[in-house]
Nanobody
């Protein structure tokens, strides 16, 4: 079992930045790939970014490529999502997740954080 806690959301103006954190406890964090997903009101949960266990590979949705950066520090049992050049369409609840391998499919991830709200004003 892995417990995940998402933090770092908030209200920011268009063009601003936020850094989300995902703190893990329980089983060894380094055993899992990490994914970030988001869900806007009335929409399905969508893939944002993922990272392999050792940080050797990172993957991004086209909509965030070049603006968001996923990273992790296994020694601190924490993953991050640095979000720059934020746009109003980035407004959503953001969730971190842990699974056996990185994937755009949320069904692959067995563990989920509670989510953190990101609101970008125009």
């Amino acid at each position: 079992q892995v417990q995940l806690v998402d933090t770092g959301g908030g209200l920011v103006q268009s063009g601003g930045s936020l850094r989300l954190s995902c703190a893990a406890s329980g089983r060894t964090f380094s055993l899992y790939a990490v994914g970030w997903f988001r869900q806007a009101p009335g929409k399905e949960r969508e893939f944002v970014a993922s990272i392999t266990r050792s940080s050797s590979g990172t993957y991004y949705a086209d909509s965030v490529k070049g603006r968001f950066t996923i990273s992790r520090e296994n020694a601190k049992n924490t993953a991050y999502l640095q979000m720059n050049s934020l746009k109003p369409e980035d407004t959503a609840i953001y969730y971190c997740s842990a699974g056996d391998f990185p994937s755009v499919n949320p069904a692959i991830y067995a563990y989920w954080g509670q989510g953190t709200q990101v609101t970008v004003s125009s």
